[in-house]
């Protein structure tokens, strides 16, 4: 498992467990996996989810570390959303 994945769920973790987010998102990491968020907390997995938020390792990093702001990256380009926009809106508010 990528050590990549891990530090990047113990981070949502830590994030999410002050908010009240009750939805299902997946990070998909280019050439890492993915991560699933839901109400028992961020977890390694492929599952099945409301939204899908999708960009490569770097961008990530930069999100998680308040670097980069999420909608930032959507509109740039360097983040893709599949799935419910407001789900992404939601976990947006959370990661900011």
Do not use: C, W, Y
């Not at 994945?5 to 973790?13: G, Q």
């Not at 999410?16 to 998909?28: G, H, I, L, M, Y």
């Not at 702001?69 to 360097?78: I, L, R, V, Y």
Request: proline share 1%.
């Amino acid at each position: 498992m990528s050590d990549i994945l891990e530090k990047a769920a113990a981070e949502l973790n830590d994030k999410v467990s002050a908010s009240d987010f009750d939805s299902t998102a997946k990070f998909a990491i280019t050439d890492h996996g993915s991560i699933i968020l839901d109400s028992d907390g961020a977890r390694v997995g492929d599952e099945d989810t409301d939204v899908t938020l999708s960009a490569d390792a770097e961008t990530f990093e930069q999100i998680l570390n308040g670097e980069m702001n999420p909608t930032s990256a959507f509109m740039s380009g360097k983040l893709s959303v599949d799935g419910d926009m407001g789900v992404a809106m939601k976990l947006a508010a959370v990661l900011a």
